[in-house]
């Protein structure tokens, strides 16, 4: 129901869809997650759960109140710790017992949303001219961008290759809550659930606050993705090549698709012991 799918392209839409776990943070909410999170990390209570038709549901949940000012960088560790105890204690090949989750096919999200929706918009030489981004964006930042482009599918060979372990999928800070009594981080949206190569949530984590234009407490990239001659200024009115580099990534073993977890549970929301609430 989203009015983005408006720009999806006709032809497109029914594989976009089929590739949405839209019933996917329902059924975790529904789970015995709960019990398998760190102390310190939680979710949402959980009123109700409405099945609204066949596309769409109604989560009512917690209005949870917490601070909403700026992280720091020990906010930044403290959260990261969680994140990484909740995944370092869930490292197996299945999910835990009466968790739902798949393995996400972050190839088909890089040839689908990256490489049919966004790169077009970066390769073209107008997007780059425009006052709005000459004027606040660093000149190398296309070459940066080209150049993860180039790398993108020997970055998932290297992943393919570490252990599998429960993530949040979406671990931004915009998704965990400081909550305003206490210490706990409430994690909500959990849409993107699964399992996915350890450490994954790092990535959202440090980089979720960009989109905001919030300044990150984060290093600089690492050499391999930086320039190592100038860089051609935004300007240029034709795109011009970004000087070669050493991959860093050795080749891997070709990727193969983890089979999908059964479904472990029943739902609670749903159980005549329990219509209402968990």
Request: glycine content about 6%; charged content about 20%; aromatic content about 6%.
């Amino acid at each position: 129901r989203s009015p983005m799918w408006r720009f999806v392209p006709a032809e497109h839409r029914a594989a976009a869809m089929a590739n949405l776990p839209w019933r996917s943070e329902a059924d975790i909410y529904a789970s015995d997650l709960r019990r398998h999170l760190p102390p310190g990390l939680r979710l949402p209570t959980i009123y109700r759960v409405d099945e609204v038709d066949d596309g769409a549901l109604a989560i009512w949940m917690e209005d949870v109140d917490h601070h909403p000012d700026p992280w720091s960088s020990a906010d930044y560790r403290h959260v990261a710790r969680l994140l990484g105890r909740m995944a370092g204690g869930n490292c197996r090949p299945d999910p835990p017992l009466g968790v739902t989750v798949t393995s996400r096919d972050l190839r088909g999200y890089l040839h689908g949303r990256v490489r049919m929706g966004a790169l077009p918009l970066l390769h073209d030489d107008a997007s780059w001219t425009h006052p709005l981004v000459t004027a606040f964006v660093d000149p190398a930042l296309r070459c940066a961008l080209d150049r993860l482009d180039a790398i993108g599918d020997g970055l998932l060979d290297r992943l393919d290759m570490l252990p599998r372990t429960l993530a949040h999928g979406d671990a931004c800070p915009q998704n965990l809550l400081r909550a305003a009594s206490g210490d706990d981080v409430v994690a909500i949206d959990w849409q993107f659930g699964g399992l996915y190569a350890i450490g994954f949530d790092a990535g959202q984590l440090f980089a979720g606050h960009a989109e905001s234009g919030d300044r990150l407490p984060v290093p600089s990239p690492p050499p391999w993705l930086r320039s190592s001659t100038p860089t051609p200024p935004v300007s240029a009115t034709k795109a011009v090549p970004c000087p070669p580099i050493p991959s860093p990534l050795a080749p891997s073993p070709p990727f193969r698709s983890a089979p999908r977890s059964p479904r472990l549970h029943s739902n609670p929301l749903t159980s005549p012991r329990n219509p209402t609430s968990l």
